[in-house]
T-cell receptor, first 112, second 113 residues
């Protein structure tokens, strides 16, 4: 069935370090891979996404890489700051393309 | 440009009761999708409404139902509430029935006691 697995579930880093969160997906036809950031008590917000026709996309300190052969995609945050502390979710579309299947989330804590 | 708004923000209901949650989609968006987010979990797809018709449903029982109105706003109704229905309910609007470019609302926190 359709599934997105995300790890690690928690990640603690020092300010300035890099953080990497990894996801795997099951549907080889998936072609869209967004990442959402959810701060405590707030809505999930799209921070970056990638389509299947590219292998990497960057936006300032964040980047997403995609390996379609292995069905993996990863979020990379460089020079982490305390305000990066949040829960991060990866997602990919269901087979019908009408909904997103989310991973279980990674709680990132950045300490100063 | 207006964002996605949901009401109410918080709600406490008793087991067995019924509840209606509301969502106004972002200006120009004709599709609304509803998600349930249990504590410590990722959002789970309930259903989607596109041009006033249900256009896909997740693994939720029929007591979860919805509506979309001509102005593209939407309601989520849950009958016979159970304790496990306690969650954050999120709606997301988008330009079409695809899952690209979701804008989420702030959610309704439902507690069933």
């Amino acid at each position: 069935g359709e599934n997105v697995e995300q790890h690690p579930s928690t990640l603690s880093v020092q300010e300035g370090d890099s953080a990497v969160i990894k996801c795997t997906y099951s549907d080889s036809a998936s072609n869209y891979f967004p990442w959402y950031k959810q701060e405590l008590g707030k809505r999930p917000q799209l921070i970056i996404d990638i389509r299947s026709n590219v292998g990497e996309k960057k936006d300032q300190r964040i980047a997403v890489t995609l390996n379609k052969t292995a069905k993996h995609f990863s979020l990379h945050i460089t020079e982490t700051q305390p305000e990066d502390s949040a829960v991060y979710f990866c997602a990919s579309p269901n087979q019908a393309g009408t909904a997103l299947i989310f991973g279980k989330g990674t709680t990132l804590s950045v300490s100063s | 440009e207006t964002g996605v708004t949901q009401s109410p923000t918080h709600l406490i209901k008793t087991r067995g009761q019924q509840v209606t949650l509301r969502c106004s989609s972002q200006s120009g968006h004709n599709t609304v999708s509803w998600y349930q987010q249990a504590l410590g979990q990722g959002p789970q797809f309930i259903f989607q409404y596109y041009r006033e018709e249900e256009n896909g449903r997740g693994n939720f029982p029929p007591r979860f139902s919805g509506l979309q109105f001509p102005n593209y706003s939407s309601e989520l109704n849950v009958n016979a509430l159970e304790l496990d229905d306690s969650a954050l309910y999120l709606c997301a609007s988008s330009l079409s029935y695809s899952s690209y470019g979701y804008t989420f609302g702030s959610g309704t926190r439902l507690t069933v006691v």
